[in-house]
């Protein structure tokens, strides 16, 4: 994207009028420089009649938005209408894609994200003794109001900034601070979730949103159950493309399924040098497998001596039934308030088997649902796209919050995006909240 990105929004009344809306905006746009395209006019969207139909595009010049109207581009113009009637669900990713500098676009784009993101960071630097924010936003970090990029290969170069952002006791109060502040900001936004799903560490960021926990318990919880973690003996994990069922005689012993994340995509977890062995024989079979970048044998009976001291500590929580549907990870349908209420099913979070894959199925079972991925990437948006139970018709139903690490689009670019998708799925966006960054 050539210049700072703009979001144009387009509505009608019948589908004619708004191709033929369409095809005069496109005919602008062929006439505009790029400065023109900087001067066109901002409209107020608040208090606009309501159109039956919506379309919008997100361009940086002018030729890159008439080329995307004119060949109404599904990946890039959104289109919906007011009666759409979308279901927003909230998906919460787990530790592994984070890196320096995440979040400082959209920190700038979205003062509701940074507002929330400051106050976790005085709670974890205040009760835990514990600085995220020079982390995340080393010194170089720095971004313009546009939310353009760091220079992420500046940052690579201090080993020791990703080197620490990465470690266990580190990574996963991060990530929740992360997703917490961007949930609280995309529902002042105007997409109160409908639902929430987490995965793995993402499930306690789903509960803390939904009531569950209290912000200050949530952040006890992530923060010590990462130090909990960092004190046992190291082990790895393996994404394997197969099913479960192929996967079968190679479990048992010092290896565990930690994962089911689609008919054909599971997670091995266990020691070190069993999963280096449990890699080669799948290798010799030609079963395709990657080892995670992870520290700790994350979902398996390895992490079961941490069980008792995080069941005391949750046992000190006044936890509440979810004010929200949350799935649940162990069962992969939706959470009941007795497992929501109780410090055992918490505790033993960390070591269950996480049935994604089903409760992927139970969210496109919902009404119109709108995934909304909360984390950096697009992992959790994957899985969800490939699943089968997907409905033929959801083309605009899985939407991006953050830029992977490499990924070009900025973080304001992204939420322009999202805020397009949002409205065109009938939702009524604060645009005030949106300009104020």
């Known amino acids: 994207m050539s210049g700072p990105a703009r979001l144009l929004t387009l509505t009608a009344s019948t589908p004619a009028a708004l191709e033929e ?4 905006v496109v005919r602008r746009l062929e006439g505009l420089d790029d400065a023109g395209f900087a001067r066109l006019p901002r409209v107020p969207q608040a208090g606009a009649p309501l159109a039956v139909l919506r379309r919008a595009v997100v ?3 002018p030729k890159e938005a008439a080329r995307a109207l004119r060949r109404r581009d599904p990946r890039r113009v959104f289109t919906g209408g007011q009666g759409t009637g979308a279901s927003p669900v909230f998906l919460f990713s787990g530790v592994g894609d984070q890196y320096p500098g995440l979040g400082g676009g959209l920190r700038r784009c979205l003062p509701g994200f940074g507002r929330e993101l400051d106050r976790c960071f005085r709670l974890l630097a205040d009760d835990h003794g514990l600085d995220l924010r020079s982390v995340l936003f080393p010194s170089g970090t720095s971004v313009d109001p546009g939310g353009a990029r760091p220079d992420l290969a500046a940052l690579f170069d201090r080993r020791e900034t990703t080197q620490e952002i990465h470690r266990t006791v580190v990574a996963q109060p991060l990530m ?3 997703q917490y502040a961007l949930a609280r900001a995309l529902t002042a936004l105007g997409a109160p979730p409908r639902a929430l799903a987490g995965y793995s560490v993402g499930e306690y960021t789903a509960a803390c949103v939904a009531g569950v926990f209290s912000l200050e318990d949530a952040l006890r919880l992530v923060t010590q159950r990462a130090r909990l973690v960092d004190t046992l003996p190291a082990g790895a994990m393996l994404a394997v493309m197969a099913g479960p069922e192929t996967v079968v005689p190679y479990l ?3 290896v ?3 994962a089911v994340n689609g008919p054909g995509q599971t997670v091995l977890s266990g020691p070190v040098e069993a999963i280096e062995e449990t890699a ?5 079979t030609g079963t395709a497998c990657r080892r995670l970048a992870t520290s700790h044998a994350f979902h398996s009976p390895g992490l079961e001596p941490l069980k008792s001291p995080l069941e005391e500590l949750i046992g000190t929580f006044d936890l509440g039934p979810a004010g929200l549907p949350v799935l649940s990870n162990a069962t992969g349908t939706w959470l009941r308030d007795e497992e929501a209420t109780s410090p055992a099913y918490w505790a033993g979070q960390l070591s269950r088997t996480i049935r994604f894959a089903d409760g992927l199925a139970e969210l496109w079972r919902m009404p119109a649902p709108l995934l909304i991925e909360l984390g950096p990437g697009q992992a959790l948006s994957r899985l ?3 699943h089968p139970q997907r409905p033929a018709d959801a083309a605009a139903s899985v939407v991006q919050t953050l830029p992977g690490q490499f990924e070009s689009r900025t973080e304001g670019e992204l939420l322009l995006g999202v805020a397009g998708r949002l409205w065109c799925a009938g939702l009524d966006v604060d645009w005030e909240a949106l300009g104020e960054g």
């Open 280 to 284: 080669r024989r799948l290798a010799g």
């Open 256 to 258: 565990s399924l930690a």
């Open 59 to 61: 361009s940086g010049t």
């Open 176 to 178: 929740f601070v992360v």
């Open 252 to 254: 048992g012993g010092a």
């Open 384 to 386: 969800a796209v490939q």
């Open 21 to 24: 809306a369409t095809d005069a």
